[in-house]
Every structure is written in structure tokens, then in C-alpha cells.
């Protein structure tokens, strides 16, 4: 993938940004906190990626729907991320809890863990393709 120079610092910032969020929900799951809170730090996890990878392409950041819409037809159609990580990036952007709306999402532990694991995956793809630590 072919990156500004521009743009090299912006994508860093991020990665760092998701690092310290999949770090974060893997302290808080050992620590038993409410899932809730953890599956907000993993969809951070996701979020920050996707959107350094955005930027890297050209495309400006939205509102988060808008922007994870444009990541799987920026980035996922076109075969650059894996659709698996677009999925997961759903998942945990469904069930993170939201200011707006008073419901509660039932969410598992089993939910979460997987989401952990497709998020350190999804960090290791980001990282290797566009060659940013």
C-alpha cells in the first residue's frame, strides 16, 4: 500500500490509538469488568485502524457509520482488508454501548474474546500493509 509522507504520522497515531484500546479491553475482560466497557475499547480497537487506513487512501473520515461504510467499500470490496475484519469491525460497532439509545445489548464473553482476537489480528494486517509499527 502506498502511503504519503503526509500521511505516515496520522496512521502511527492511530495504530497507536488501537493498541492502547485492544490492550485496554484485554486488561478490563481479565479484570471481569462489564463487558460492555471492554467491547468499547475493542471497537476502538477497529475503529482507529480502519479509519488510518482511510486516510492513507484519500477518503476523510465521517460519522462512524458513514466511515465504517466507506472502509468495506474502500478497503474490503476492493480487496485490500479482509472481509472477516469488516465483519468484526460490524460486530463490535452493534454492540458497543450507545449514548443515544437506552437499550441493552445482550453481549457474551464468548463475543467478546472472539472480537479480541480478529482485533490483534486486524492490528498485525494494518500494520504489515502499510509498513507502520
Do not use: W
Not at 22 to 27: L, M, S, T, V
Not at 31 to 59: E, I, M, R, T
Not at 67 to 82: N, R
Amino acid at each position: 500500500m502506498d502511503i504519503r509522507e503526509e500521511d505516515k504520522e496520522f496512521i502511527r497515531f492511530k495504530l497507536t490509538q488501537a493498541r492502547e484500546a485492544y490492550e485496554e479491553a484485554k486488561g478490563l475482560l481479565a479484570a471481569g469488568a462489564d463487558l460492555g466497557y471492554v467491547v468499547n475499547s475493542v471497537y476502538y480497537a477497529f475503529y482507529y485502524p480502519a479509519l488510518a487506513l482511510l486516510q492513507a487512501k484519500g477518503v476523510p473520515a465521517a460519522m462512524q457509520s458513514v466511515s465504517i461504510a466507506l472502509f468495506e467499500k474502500e478497503l474490503v470490496q476492493t480487496g485490500v482488508i479482509d472481509r472477516r475484519y469488516h465483519q468484526a469491525l460490524r460486530k463490535a460497532f452493534e454492540l458497543k454501548p450507545k449514548c443515544s439509545t437506552p437499550e441493552l445489548k445482550m453481549i457474551s464473553r464468548d463475543d467478546v474474546e472472539a472480537l479480541l482476537v480478529d482485533a490483534g489480528d486486524f492490528l498485525d494486517s494494518v500494520a504489515g500493509k502499510t509498513g507502520i509499527q
